[in-house]
């Protein structure tokens, strides 16, 4: 592979710890299609014949449908995935292979088939990001009249509805996909053509494999085309953000499914049971979806330090880049599947969730409120006396509508009978419509835009 300059072969430890073939395999679809694009080009440049093109396409397609077929012998002393292919293509046409490397290095190879993975990469996996969010939307309008706790700190908070829960994920995973589409915007140039580092003397249309590649423009400098890889970063970043997203939606069914809490059910297809134990059923694809997302977010903090102190322009270092995104991004695609899917399994549990809200004086605020909009009370001096009124329930061990108007008078003269209509759960929850409120019908008028926009 070497040519001239070397006249002994690697170490067999060299080649274990050089070779990428193991793993970079993955990007043959796109090592192909970069071949065939800068072979049409040096053709069309009069730089190789028009027939040594045509031959070098040809064999490129039978190469491809080898791999894909698994009749393709990968060798290890081939080193990866780019000689692999050149070595079998010189086999199967001779000379004419040996005209494909003209203007261009390994280098500039390498950079623009893994861009183009993970570019085809983030267009294949948002149909999955689609369809959780499908299966929430789903969810939240069934049950946008459902009442649960809200909790901050995990102490119950306000009342809400399942549905408006729900519908929170849909936004989180929303936002997880224009990030995705930010990074393909930004990583859509060719580094192709940029050579080693310096690019070429050869009369290259850098324009026209761009094109033919799918890309929006060429890369503006040759040595930044080969150094980077912060498009692997953001795609990484991206990922590990839509991972602790993923990892909070599971923690939730974890909590909600437990005993203590009892908010919901998975069925058997999303549970595992005990060895010992016969009476448990464990969420334990929820729990798989919380642990995982450390993989994601490893795999990205893995290459920051890799990039972190390299020089200008390619160094081996830089092979350590595609292990780690192939398995953050089976990581994320197996998250994804399986919180789709305990999203359609659970049921939620009505009457815990409805027995929860007894607990914790939810309807507070609402009180608060009422002080401020009926009786005229800042809001400072209305939170003050709702405080007081609490301590006053939890001394008699009793909700805030069991309260009598006397006892509550007695706290601030003010009070009528009206209160007691802002003290229901239904109540709170139905007064919260303002825009992105938890209210039944600004859950539905939600879930409607939501699937006009993300569906």
Request: one cysteine or more; aromatic letters at 6%.
């Amino acid at each position: 592979m070497w040519g001239g300059r070397f006249t002994a072969g690697p170490a067999a430890l060299m080649e274990r710890i050089n070779a990428s073939i193991g793993f970079d395999q993955r990007l043959f679809a796109q090592d192909i299609a970069g071949s065939k694009a800068h072979a049409e080009m040096l053709a069309a440049q009069g730089i190789i014949s028009a027939e040594d093109a045509a031959a070098i396409a040809d064999g490129l397609d039978r190469i491809e449908q080898d791999i894909a077929a698994g009749r393709f012998d990968f060798k290890t002393e081939l080193e990866d995935i780019h000689m692999n292919v050149e070595a079998a293509l010189r086999e199967m046409i001779g000379a004419p292979a040996g005209r494909l490397h003209t203007g261009r290095s390994r280098n500039d190879q390498v950079a623009t088939d893994f861009r183009l993975w993970i570019r085809d990469t983030i267009d294949s996996q948002d149909g999955a990001f689609k369809a959780l969010q499908e299966a929430l939307i789903d969810k939240a309008e069934r049950h946008a009249d459902l009442v649960m706790p809200g909790f901050t700190h995990l102490q119950t908070a306000q009342p809400i509805t399942f549905g408006h829960h729900l519908m929170a994920y849909v936004e989180m995973f929303g936002r997880d996909r224009g990030r995705f589409a930010d990074c393909r915007r930004r990583l859509n140039e060719c580094p192709l053509g940029a050579a080693a580092l310096a690019g070429t003397s050869f009369p290259i249309d850098r324009a026209m494999t761009a094109r033919t590649l799918g890309f929006d423009r060429p890369t503006a400098n040759s040595l930044d085309s080969v150094s980077a890889r912060d498009f692997a970063m953001e795609y990484l970043a991206a990922a590990s953000i839509a991972a602790t997203h993923l990892s909070r939606l599971a923690a939730e069914i974890v909590l909600w499914s437990s005993q203590q809490f009892g908010f919901v059910t998975l069925s058997d297809a999303f549970s595992t049971g005990s060895s010992i134990m016969p009476q448990k059923r464990n969420p334990d694809a929820a729990e798989l979806v919380r642990a995982k997302a450390g993989r994601i977010i490893g795999a990205f903090a893995g290459l920051l330090v890799v990039m972190k102190g390299l020089p200008m322009a390619y160094s081996k270092d830089m092979q350590e880049d595609k292990e780690p995104t192939f398995e953050a991004t089976d990581t994320l695609a197996l998250g994804l599947a399986a919180a789709a899917g305990m999203v359609a399994d659970l049921e939620p549990r009505p009457e815990r969730m409805r027995a929860a809200l007894d607990h914790g004086y939810p309807t507070a605020t609402d009180l608060a409120d009422w002080l401020v909009r009926v009786a005229g009370l800042p809001f400072r001096d209305a939170h003050h006396v709702t405080g007081q009124i609490v301590a006053l329930a939890e001394q008699r061990n009793v909700g805030l509508d069991a309260l009598g108007l006397a006892e509550m008078q007695a706290v601030e003269p003010a009070i009528t009978e009206d209160i007691y209509s802002v003290l229901s759960v239904e109540a709170s929850v139905n007064s919260r419509n303002s825009e992105g409120g938890t209210a039944p019908d600004c859950v539905r008028a939600a879930a409607k835009a939501a699937r006009q926009r993300y569906l």
